[in-house]
C-alpha cells in the first residue's frame, strides 16, 4: 500500500496517509452497505436504539462473569469511551444476585505522567481507574464482586498486567471504543522517526507490541479534551499506558462498540472497510483486527451519520 503524507501531522503516520482511491470508496460506503461488510471471523451488528446498544454492551460483561469458577477464572477487558456500559453492568450484577467474585476485569489503559514517570493517580479526574470504579465497581455489593486482585489496572510498570493475562485466566472478550485516530486502547498511528521515518511499521511489526508506554497521537489528545474535558486540552497528558496487540490477540473476541461520540461517519466506515477486505496498516491501528480470529463491530445506527458534504 502506497501512503501519502499526512495532512494532520507531517511527523506522524495516521489514516490521512491512506491512498486517495480506499478513501473514495469508503467515503460513498452507505449504512446498508455497511453491513454487508461481515465475512467469516468478521461480524457487523446494528441496534436501533442507544438503550439496545449500551444494554448489550453490558451484557457481554454478565455473559463473560457468568462463565467464570474458581477453577476456571473468565474475564473481560473493557474501555472508557464508551462508558455508558458501566453502570448498567453494576446494576445488572447486583440485581440478579450474580455471584462474580471468581471473575477477572482488565482495564485497558491509563493516562501516563511524564513529571512522575507513573500511571496518573487515581484522584486524577481523568483516571481511566477511577472510572471503573466509581461507575461499575464501587456499586456492586461487596458480597458478589470479585477481590481486589481480580481487577488489573495497567501501570508504568507494565510487567505485571501483561503477564496477568498468562496466569490461567481466560478473556473472553476485549471490548473497545474507536477513536477519531482509529485506535483501540491507545494502540495510535507511531510517529514518523527512526526506521518508521520513510514507512510506517508492517502489520507483522505493530502486532509484536505488548502492552507499554505510547506518545499519543495529536488527534488523540484533541478527542479526549472534547469528550471528557469540555474541550480543555491543556488538561490532557501527552502519554498514555495501552493493552497491546500482544495481549489483544490473548482475548477469544474484540467486540468493537461505536455509538457515534467518539468517532465520525467516515472513520467508522472505514475501519470495517480495511478489516473486511483483509486490508490491515498500522496507519489504521484498528484494521489490524483483521487478522484476529474473532471480531465484532456494534454500531448504534442513529450514529452513523453521512459522508456527504454538509457545511455547517
Not at 491512506?18 to 465475512?39: C, F, N
Not at 507513573?118 to 483516571?127: A, G, I, K, Q, W
Not at 488527534?219 to 479534551?225: G, M, P, R
Amino acid at each position: 500500500m502506497n501512503h501519502r503524507t499526512s495532512s494532520i501531522s507531517t511527523e506522524w503516520w495516521d489514516y490521512t496517509c491512506l491512498p486517495s482511491d480506499i478513501v473514495a470508496e469508503v467515503a460513498r460506503l452507505t449504512p446498508r452497505d455497511l453491513g454487508k461488510l461481515s465475512r467469516p471471523g468478521f461480524r457487523v451488528v446494528f441496534y436501533d436504539t442507544l438503550e439496545d446498544f449500551y444494554l448489550a454492551e453490558a451484557l457481554e460483561y454478565v455473559t463473560a462473569w457468568r462463565q467464570s469458577t474458581d477453577d476456571n477464572p473468565v474475564g473481560i477487558c473493557g474501555p472508557i469511551g464508551p462508558t455508558e456500559q458501566l453502570p448498567l453492568v453494576a446494576r445488572l450484577v447486583t440485581e440478579l444476585g450474580l455471584d462474580v467474585r471468581s471473575a477477572h476485569f482488565w482495564g485497558m489503559d491509563e493516562w501516563f505522567d511524564a513529571e512522575t514517570g507513573r500511571e496518573v493517580p487515581v484522584t486524577h479526574p481523568l483516571s481511566f481507574e477511577k472510572a471503573d470504579r466509581e461507575m461499575c465497581f464501587n456499586r456492586i455489593l461487596a458480597r458478589q464482586r470479585m477481590p481486589d486482585a481480580h481487577l488489573h489496572f495497567p501501570k508504568a510498570d507494565t510487567a505485571a498486567y501483561s503477564k496477568s493475562y498468562d496466569a490461567g485466566v481466560r478473556c473472553a472478550v476485549m471490548q473497545g471504543g474507536q477513536g477519531d485516530v482509529k485506535h483501540w486502547a491507545f494502540n495510535d498511528p507511531l510517529p514518523r522517526r527512526g526506521k518508521y521515518k520513510s514507512a510506517p511499521p508492517s502489520p507483522e511489526d505493530y502486532r509484536k507490541l505488548s502492552t507499554r508506554v505510547v506518545d499519543l497521537h495529536p488527534l488523540t489528545i484533541a478527542q479526549n479534551a472534547r469528550t471528557s474535558g469540555g474541550g480543555n486540552i491543556a488538561m490532557v497528558p501527552v502519554k498514555a499506558i495501552t493493552v497491546g496487540p500482544v495481549e489483544t490477540w490473548k482475548a477469544e473476541k474484540v467486540s468493537i462498540w461505536q455509538a457515534g461520540m467518539h468517532d465520525n461517519p467516515f472513520g467508522q466506515r472505514l475501519t470495517a472497510f480495511l478489516i473486511s477486505k483483509r486490508l490491515p496498516t498500522s496507519c489504521v491501528p484498528m484494521s489490524l483486527l483483521a487478522d484476529h480470529p474473532d471480531v465484532q463491530f456494534n454500531y448504534y445506527r442513529g450514529g452513523l451519520g453521512t459522508c456527504a458534504v454538509e457545511m455547517h
